[in-house]
């Protein structure tokens, strides 16, 4: 069993910076790829971001490139999602996941088979 718990979400004003941090126990995190997604409500779960096993590679969704940056630390169990120049549009519940496979980098939140609880962001004018 995994357990992923996000932290770091808050009210934050437009322009604005957050660091969201996910920290993995149980069983093997350094293994696999992990993401990033986030739900705003009455819309469906989106994906953010993604990052291979070891960092190696990375993939994010159009509307945050440049702007987020997703990071790991396998020592620490723990994978990051650094979020800068915030828009209202980046207002959402964002959850972790881990992938099924190290090295994929997939888009879908089928692929993911373990999450955490979310953390919720919202971003004022």
């Known amino acids: 069993q995994v357990q992923l718990v996000e932290s770091g979400g808050g009210l934050v004003q437009a322009g604005g910076s957050l660091r969201l941090s996910c920290a993995a126990s149980?069983?093997?995190?350094?293994?696999?790829?992990m993401g990033w997604f986030r739900q705003a409500p009455g819309k469906e779960r989106e994906f953010v971001a993604a990052?291979?096993?070891?960092?190696?590679?990375?993939v994010y969704v159009d509307s945050v490139k440049g702007r987020f940056t997703i990071s790991r630390d396998n020592a620490k169990n723990t994978v990051y999602l650094q979020m800068n120049s915030l828009g209202l549009e980046d207002s959402a519940v964002y959850y972790c996941?881990?992938?099924?496979?190290?090295?994929?980098?997939?888009?879908?939140?089928?692929?993911?088979?373990?999450w955490g609880q979310g953390t919720q962001v919202t971003v004022s004018s």
């Open positions: 996941a881990r992938d099924r496979t190290p090295v994929v980098l997939h888009t879908t939140a089928g692929a993911y088979d373990y």
């Open positions: 149980g069983r093997t995190f350094s293994g696999y790829a």
């Open positions: 990052i291979t096993w070891n960092g190696g590679r990375t």
